[in-house]
């Protein structure tokens, strides 16, 4: 993601210099830095709906704008931090060839470790209490949070 930004920045920056030497024309070099920005604008969007959905699943505290400013800069960090909290990967190991890259018998959804309540059924994959949920999670983060 930070590589989008910094390619952008300097196609836009040297647009002059890039068309001279003949490498680009600069509807090119447009051209080049609207898609770009366009793609970069929809993964951000998708990560940030994907990150309040799951924010809502776990009963995860937290604003979207915050999430904003964490998606910008790192999204690869932000995605891998989704994907890890999401999947029980002490349990089931990773499938590279996979759709979603766990085995087929695997559930695509879990809670972290610890935030199963008792019983079965619908209930058991609530958390006791927002609170103590939200404290287990920053257990199990490491050195950030959504």
């Known amino acids: 993601s930070m590589f989008w930004v910094v390619t952008n920045c300097l196609i836009f920056y040297f647009p002059h210099e890039l068309g001279t030497m003949g490498v680009f024309s600069i509807l090119q070099l447009s051209l080049f ?13 998708n990560t940030v709906r994907t990150r309040r959905r799951l924010r809502k ?5 937290g604003k979207g704008f915050r999430d904003l400013m964490v ?10 931090q989704m994907h890890r909290h999401t999947t029980d990967y002490a349990t089931y190991s ?10 087929p018998h695997v ?5 972290p ?34």
């Open 94 to 103: 990773a499938s590279c060839f996979a759709p979603n890259g766990l085995p």
């Open 113 to 146: 470790p610890g935030m199963l309540r008792g019983g079965g059924g619908d209930d058991s994959m609530m958390a006791e209490s927002p609170e103590a949920y939200s404290d287990e999670w920053d257990r199990h983060s490491v050195g950030y949070s959504f």
């Open 33 to 45: 830095c609207g898609f770009n920005s366009i793609i970069y604008l929809y993964l951000i969007a």
């Open 71 to 80: 998606s910008l800069p790192c999204l690869p960090l932000v995605l891998m």
């Open 107 to 111: 559930p695509i959804v879990l809670p």
């Open 57 to 61: 699943q776990f009963l995860i505290p």
